[in-house]
């Protein structure tokens, strides 16, 4: 079975701080995503990867940015985090390039910006 | 651009009970899929089908059915004898296929489905 883990359930970070969330995945998937959550709009893809050290910029990537040194490593930065990113943020990843490919996501992280 | 609608928010029925979740989309190519995620409470979503534009055969999976028209544009997901542990989100999205490789998923604003005792 393909695991995504993300590295926090719950976070709480004050506005300014730089945060960070780690998200892994095990399966040697090329494609990974991040995506936030919020009530009545769905999931809004925020950056996403189909290789390592490569990224694109998906629907709303202001106020973030994004790394992907490793293949199995995706992370979302918040170089200064505003309350206005207070969300669930959800990581995903899929077997190739292709959106064709069903996305596997992680438990999600619920991060409060204060 | 693409556009997913789940018109229905909140849905709530009786143990049992058949569901129908609905899912209209707008697309301007010929060539995309279609998928249903579900999201339990516990927050991880959970991929449950994926369809390509070129196959309108409806498609079931145990208590699970999914009744795809393309001259209606839907594909809408139907829970039949509902139960306690199918309460969740459930998301609609779709995925436009260009040139060889298909652009970003986007997702409809989900359903909420509480199925009660």
């Known amino acids: 079975d393909v695991k995504v883990t993300q590295s926090s359930r719950y976070l709480v970070k004050r506005t300014g701080e730089k945060v960070f969330l780690e998200c892994v995945q095990d399966m040697d998937h090329e494609n990974m995503f991040w995506y936030r959550q919020d009530p009545g709009l769905g999931l809004r893809l925020i950056y996403f990867?189909?290789?390592?050290?490569?990224?694109e910029k998906g629907d709303i990537p202001e106020g973030y940015s994004v790394s992907r040194e490793k293949k199995e490593r995706f992370s979302l930065i918040l170089e200064s985090a505003s309350t206005n990113q207070t969300s669930m943020y959800l990581c995903?990843?899929?077997?190739?390039?292709?959106?064709?490919?069903?996305?596997?996501f992680g438990p999600g992280t619920r991060l409060t910006v204060t | 651009a693409q556009k997913v609608t789940q018109a229905q928010t909140e849905i709530s029925v009786v143990e049992k009970e058949d569901v129908t979740l609905d899912c209209v989309y707008e697309t301007r190519d010929t060539t995309y899929y279609l998928f249903w995620y579900k999201q339990p409470p516990s927050g991880e979503l959970v991929f449950l089908i994926r369809?390509?534009?070129?196959?309108?055969q409806n498609e079931i999976s145990g208590r699970y059915s999914w009744n795809f028209q393309k001259s209606t544009s839907s594909f809408n997901f139907t829970i039949t004898a509902s139960q306690v542990v199918d309460s969740a989100v459930y998301f609609c999205a779709l995925s436009e296929v260009l040139s060889g490789s298909a652009r970003q998923l986007t997702f409809g604003s989900g359903t909420q489905l509480t199925v009660l005792p």
């Open positions: 369809r390509n534009s070129f196959d309108e």
């Open positions: 990867s189909y290789d390592v050290k490569m990224k």
């Open positions: 995903a990843s899929s077997l190739s390039k292709l959106f064709a490919y069903e996305q596997y």
